[in-house]
Antibody, heavy 119, light 110 residues
Framework: VQLVESGGGVVQPGRPLRLSCAAS????????MHWVRQAPGKGLEWVAV????????YYADSVKGRFTISRDNSKDTLYLQMNSLRIEDTAVYYC?????????????WGRGTLVSVSS | HSALTQPASVSGSPGQSITISCAGS?????????VSWYQQYPGAAPRLIIY???NRPSGISDRFSGSKSGNTASLTISGLQAEDEADYHC??????????FGGGTRLTVL
């Protein structure tokens, strides 16, 4: 299992940014996927989850209405569209694959991509 | 949903056992069987070490074990080794169809 995030960088408050997570080594279309973030020096914060077929999506209250999780199973890629970015969204963003039994743990993680929101 | 509560730090000597607690509520830990634990070294991604309260993924040492009592989950590491020095994060499913993490615990091996 390999997960590789990309798309991070420095962005001004209020601007959008889209993260990608390229998956390989497993049947991507069979597994749900999560995004989790970690602000510098802080703990982990769950961001969103999407079902294997994209039919269900759930979000943390802190990003609801601003972030959108999506996937393209034909490209084995997960996305996180982030709009109206705030300084407090600065973090390393990790994508993770769910386990075999259920959606509610991250069995595999990518290395993360850093998003820095600054004016 | 409020974050789960973990001690900021714990420590132990090689060979000892330590336990890290993770306190929640009936809306998360106490209400479901979906608690997981992650180990994270500085500058690295987290790694799953316990899921569904007590299960270990393939390749994780049996020195790691999980348990639950009421609204509190616990991670026990027995036979402490220098390589166990890391941050440990608990995580639970919640009644909002979401996940919530604890603040993380820094384990120091003396």
């Amino acid at each position: 299992v390999q997960l590789v995030e990309s798309g991070g960088g420095v962005v001004q408050p209020g601007r959008p940014l889209r993260l990608s997570c390229a998956a390989s080594g497993f049947v991507f279309s069979s597994y749900g996927m999560h995004w989790v973030r970690q602000a510098p020096g802080k703990g982990l914060e769950w961001v969103a989850v999407i079902w294997y077929d994209g039919t269900s999506k759930y979000y943390a209250d802190s990003v609801k209405g601003r972030f959108t999780i999506s996937r393209d199973n034909s490209k084995d890629t997960l996305y996180l569209q982030m709009n109206s970015l705030r300084i407090e969204d600065t973090a390393v963003y990790y994508c993770g694959r769910v386990g075999i039994r259920n959606h509610w743990h991250l069995a595999n993680w990518g290395r993360g991509t850093l998003v820095s929101v600054s004016s | 949903h409020s974050a789960l509560t973990q001690p900021a730090s714990v420590s132990g000597s090689p060979g000892q056992s330590i336990t890290i607690s993770c306190a929640g509520s009936s809306s998360d830990i106490g209400g479901y069987n979906y608690v997981s634990w992650y180990q994270q070294y500085p500058g690295a991604a987290p790694r799953l070490i316990i899921y569904d309260f007590t299960n270990r993924p393939s390749g994780i040492s049996d020195r790691f074990s999980g348990s639950k009592s009421g609204n509190t989950a616990s991670l026990t590491i027995s036979g402490l080794q220098a390589e166990d020095e890391a941050d440990y994060h608990c995580c639970s499913y919640t009644s909002s169809s979401a996940l919530v993490f604890g603040g993380g615990t820094r384990l120091t091996v003396l």
